[in-house]
């Protein structure tokens, strides 16, 4: 452990006594101490001293801490104080005294379904307070889930999350165990991340199981990139909701309010989770595992005296109920008892001999199936599970779906291939593997389509498995005659994404709708249905040079006015380029005071 900048004893701001350093983490040291005014436990972290030398994170941290020590959620865990003292800045902090949510999957322990319902509802109402409080944790891992003395969960390390991600030399395993793909590839995080991070350890604690998992960070990372939630049907409609907030693209996972409400449909109370922490010392009597009591149902053969009708040895006495002599008539002997002859005798214990071979004989081929009777499997392809489920039990079979795969030809929650193929001839009591469509995979569509030749586009989109036309053309100012002016699918103009295999319409433009020239004037007028560019250009210095005009910092309708005055079209690129929501120019090309040609297409970036 690193030399503490704090010992024992030590009177912290002349009001927290330190008791002991309880460790290291990511970015601070953590200690346990009383705080003297109130007699009470609480949690000391201070910023590493490597960290404290930058002055970034210093300001960082002690906003955060002002930030977070006004935020009040049940399960989130507080912050009371914070300050410095000879260089060191410390944060003082709720004392939680119930273990983490780190320390339960470390011991073994698998939540229920519902108990992970009920941990992922109530983590996910904390992160939606935070979110809406401007706050992201970005870090969100088992070991910031912490119990209260009651079994409650708290997030902790709000005002520590991120700090000093910009001077750490590497990502270890544990760094990257619960980071979202858009994190992965260096761009910051986000309130999704949070979400992603959630679903993944709510994952691993209703299983028992990482999610991902790999021999380093960077394969660890790059197993999760563009891949889906392993498929757990036995997590039931948990699982569904799993996967809709560990979507790989951002903008389509749930938002932590949405998981939050799923979640709670999910138990159907408000109960929240209380986890007790696990106990380190389990007496010897509780580690002994009973028998499990026997359930089959099996042929127990007959013992040889069952068979043979001998009996043990019967003594009599006073009490005995000898059965009483049958009388015997005058003038007959009674005949002597009979008994069996030694060969009888053996033949009876061959036969029993026999009959106890044949019963374990015949117990054992059922055991291993042998005598079970066989039937042929159904075809299940385009049934929903359910369907499949009720056809395969009539026939004493069962379905164990093995994955979830998109498909273009059979709807979303209906069986795609099965394993044996229908017709094949199993054992009663088989599994019959499934795959099961996820639907049609959305591809999202380049946004630098538009401003195009027709053949690179199409390219473009032939490369994303996508059918492209350029069939139809539109008059457009903003446009250079014989690209690409927009992009249609079916009645949606410039889609964010479309089906797999979907066929969109590249609209190629014609350029300005009509000319008139008139002693040296050229108007250019532009039809009502476009919806950006200038719509009417007067050209009154002719046909020459004239400068790039600076349109930095304008919105629409001051660069359409200056646009128009400089005689030049223009194509926008950025966040909103193709539609109507951009508010200003960031920048042009070319830069302003530039030479360009009458009516030109310039470009501006905007946002």
């Not at 053969?301 to 069952?306: A, E, L, N």
């Not at 099965?418 to 996820?438: D, E, F, K, M, N």
């Not at 790039?548 to 629409?556: A, E």
Request: aromatic share 4%; with cysteine.
């Amino acid at each position: 452990m690193a030399t503490p900048t704090f010992y024992s004893g030590h009177d912290l701001a002349g009001r927290y006594r330190i008791i002991e350093m309880l460790g290291v983490e990511r970015n601070a040291e953590v200690y346990s101490a009383e705080d003297l005014s109130l007699s009470r436990t609480v949690i000391v972290k201070v910023l590493l001293p490597s960290l404290t030398t930058h002055e970034d994170v210093r300001r960082e941290f002690r906003t955060n801490i002002v930030r977070a020590s006004t935020l009040s959620h049940p399960h989130l865990a507080r912050v009371f104080d914070g300050g410095q003292e000879s260089g060191a800045i410390f944060m003082i902090t709720e004392f939680l005294d119930g273990g983490s949510l780190e320390d339960v999957l470390a011991s073994g322990r698998v939540l229920s379904v519902d108990d992970a319902a009920r941990l992922g509802r109530d983590v996910a109402s904390a992160l939606s307070y935070l979110h809406s409080n401007g706050f992201v944790h970005g870090e969100l891992s088992p070991s910031r889930l912490v119990f209260d003395s009651e079994g409650r969960v708290r997030v902790t390390d709000i005002a520590l999350a991120g700090i000093g991600n910009a001077y750490r030399e590497h990502l270890t395993l544990d760094d990257v165990r619960y980071m979202s793909p858009e994190q992965a590839v260096g761009e910051p995080a986000g309130v999704e991340s949070d979400i992603y991070a959630l679903a993944l350890i709510l994952y691993e604690a209703a299983t028992g199981s990482a999610a991902f998992d790999g021999t380093n960070a960077e394969a660890m990372l790059r197993a999760r990139i563009n891949s889906s939630l392993p498929v757990r049907v036995d997590l039931g409609t948990l699982d569904m909701l799993l996967a809709q907030a560990a979507v790989a693209d951002p903008r389509l996972r749930l938002s932590a309010d949405q998981f939050a409400a799923r979640l709670s449909a999910v138990i159907g109370d408000s109960t929240p989770l209380t986890v007790a922490p696990p106990r380190s010392n389990v007496p010897i009597l509780e580690q002994i595992v009973p028998a499990t009591p026997r359930t089959s149902i099996g042929f127990r053969p007959p013992s040889p005296d069952q068979i043979v009708g001998s009996r043990g040895p019967v003594t009599l006495g006073a009490a005995s109920t000898e059965r009483p002599r049958r009388s015997v008539p005058r003038g007959y002997e009674p005949l002597p008892p009979t008994r069996p002859s030694r060969t009888r005798r053996l033949g009876f214990s061959i036969a029993a001999v026999l009959i106890v071979v044949l019963g374990v004989g015949g117990t054992l081929a059922w055991k291993l199936g042998y005598l079970s009777s066989s039937t042929l499997v159904p075809d299940l392809t385009h049934m929903t599970l359910q369907q499949a489920s009720q056809t395969l039990s009539t026939d004493h079979l069962t379905a164990t779906v093995t994955s979830h795969q998109s498909s273009s030809t059979v709807p979303s929650g209906q069986i795609i291939s099965q394993l044996p193929l229908a017709g094949a001839s199993v054992r009663s009591g088989s599994a019959v593997q499934i795959v099961v469509s996820s639907g049609v995979a959305p591809v999202t569509l380049p946004t630098n389509l538009v401003g195009k030749t027709c053949a690179a586009a199409t390219a473009q989109l032939t490369a994303l498995k996508l059918t492209a036309t350029c069939n139809q053309t539109v008059a457009s100012s903003r446009t250079p005659s014989g690209f690409v002016a927009e992009v249609l699918y079916h009645a949606t103009k410039n889609p964010l994404a479309v089906p797999v295999g979907a066929k969109v319409d590249l609209v190629i433009s014609s350029g300005a709708s009509a000319t008139t020239t008139t002693a040296g004037t050229t108007t250019t007028t532009t039809p009502s249905t476009t919806t950006s560019a200038p719509t009417t250009t007067t050209t009154l210095a002719g046909q020459g040079l004239r400068p790039m005009p600076n349109v930095v910092g304008m919105n629409r309708d001051q660069v359409n006015a200056a646009m128009r005055k400089a005689e030049l079209y223009y194509i926008t690129r950025g966040p909103n380029a193709n539609t109507t929501k951009w508010t200003k120019v960031v920048s042009s090309v070319p830069v302003a005071g530039t030479q360009v040609k009458w009516h030109a297409t310039v470009i501006l970036n905007v946002q």
